[in-house]
């Protein structure tokens, strides 16, 4: 039977999940994220699609992370017609999450064509330079939004002729999900597991990821395959000391999250450990438009996870002191405040977003903290930052790095090797498993984990490698 699955992207690298399915006479894209990590890696996302565009039959997208959403609308930009599956919040968030992107697109196109008329003035250069493009617009995003299905979890579909999908609860973000594709053809049957994003055990928020007991081959994800996280209680005296010491220093707490997961923990800690934390001495700041819209989403998929978030008729966080700054001018009023604010801000890595401006504010005043509360990839700002950079770079002036970092493990919506290996080891036919989203070291340490305790067939995937399932 015709059932095969090519890897072209998200290859010995965290970010920019993509993979071809071929399912009899069918063509399915499994994933369709940005590539992110530094300029010099994200340039790749205008490169050609490794595939024509026009054989596409349908698109499954696990969850709304940009980096397995992302060029959605760059696909759709492109000529794809068909349909976009998705678990029903994941469809929710990506109306938030694209348009987002798209938004960002157009201002980093606009903030790089400033910077070269600029040079092109200073230097007297009168030769001509062509503007650059955004890789696609908000209008863009919002055009592919009309071509999203979505299904609850464990809800069997057909999306094309002998090929059913079903999503499980994947435990990483709202509606995020393990993705199983199961082809009938001429008396056979095949099945893949793509893990998505896994959550862990005993999250803030989410529900323990769904065990599946089957399948031929399994994706999984590698992200933290050579690390176990900080224990929960160690990591909860981490906020517990942070935020202690940024008080008596008085200074502001900077907090770098994902809008989607990463922020919704942290207001149910927050809440949780209102008092614990010393809290009713801050002002708590969610500096992110997407953020708050993504909050209001939690509020209306409730019903997907235990934790208790909201109060019964509201959709925002139980914090007494908690301000969420939707317009530009809410957004710079902060900056006056030189002590007692929390702010939480877009992007999870320092890459973009309002976070920079609060960097800026911030980052050079010994008395202010940073808190970083997720994985930061290789070419990141974030990552420079955790590595230890004494300066950075914004808007093309230099900053001193003066303010004390944390980096407060125990947070991730990711789970750690003991959780991975968990996972898969619920199969019970032990199949193939094909590792991706991870940098190479985390993956070897997971290949060889998997091998000694399961003796199963551990292959690190390879860019455009097809395998048969």
Request: glycine share 8%.
């Amino acid at each position: 039977m015709n059932f095969q699955l090519q890897f072209c992207g998200a290859t010995e690298q965290v970010t920019g999940s993509l993979y071809v399915v071929r399912a009899g006479d069918s063509t399915v894209l499994l994933e369709c994220g940005l590539i992110q990590g530094g300029r010099s890696s994200e340039k790749k996302n205008a490169d050609p699609f490794p595939f024509p565009v026009e054989d596409i039959d349908a698109v499954v997208l696990s969850h709304a992370h940009i980096d397995h959403s992302g060029r959605v609308p760059l696909l759709v930009k492109r000529g794809y017609e068909g349909p976009i599956y998705t678990q029903n919040a994941t469809r929710a968030l990506c109306r938030i999450m694209l348009p987002d992107s798209g938004y960002l697109n157009e201002k980093d196109a606009e903030w790089e064509n400033k910077r070269r008329r600029k040079n092109k003035d200073k230097n007297k250069n009168k030769e001509s330079w062509k503007p650059v493009e955004p890789l696609y617009t908000r209008a863009d995003a919002e055009n592919c939004l009309a071509q999203f299905r979505s299904a609850g979890y464990d809800q069997s579909i057909t999306i094309a002729p002998g090929l059913t999908l079903c999503f499980y609860d994947a435990g990483h973000i709202l509606g995020s999900a393990i993705v199983k594709l199961t082809f009938k053809e001429e008396g056979h049957c095949r099945s893949l597991v793509f893990s998505g994003d896994l959550g862990y055990r005993d999250a803030p928020v989410m529900n323990s990821p769904t065990r599946c007991r089957h399948a031929d081959t399994v994706l999984l994800e590698s992200t933290y395959g050579d690390r176990l996280h900080r224990p929960y209680d160690e990591t909860m005296k981490e906020l517990t000391d942070l935020f202690e010491t940024a008080r008596a220093g008085r200074g502001n707490v900077l907090i770098p999250a994902f809008t989607v997961g990463r922020t919704q923990d942290l207001l149910y800690l927050m809440a949780e450990n209102f008092d614990k934390w010393g809290l009713e001495n801050w002002q708590i700041f969610l500096d992110s438009p997407m953020g708050i819209k993504a909050t209001e989403t939690y509020g209306e998929y409730r019903h997907l996870y235990g934790a208790k978030l909201f109060g019964p008729d509201s959709h925002l966080p139980d914090l007494p002191n908690f301000h969420s700054t939707l317009t530009t001018e809410e957004s710079m009023a902060i900056n006056s405040i030189q002590s007692g604010a929390i702010i939480i801000a877009g992007s999870g890595m320092c890459s973009g977003g309002r976070i920079h401006h609060h960097l800026k504010n911030n980052i050079w005043r010994p008395e202010c903290h940073l808190a970083i509360v997720g994985y930061q990839a290789f070419g990141t700002l974030g990552r420079k930052i955790v590595d230890g950079a004494d300066e950075i770079r914004l808007w093309g002036n230099n900053y001193k790095v003066r303010a004390t970092v944390h980096t407060i493990g125990g947070l991730s919506a990711h789970g750690d090797q003991a959780d991975l290996v968990d996972w898969y080891g619920a199969f019970e036919n032990h199949p193939p498993v094909y590792l991706v989203h991870g940098e190479a070291h985390a993956q070897s340490a997971l290949a060889a984990k998997l091998r000694s305790q399961f003796e199963s067939t551990v292959t690190i995937a390879s860019h455009m490698q097809t395998i048969s399932i």
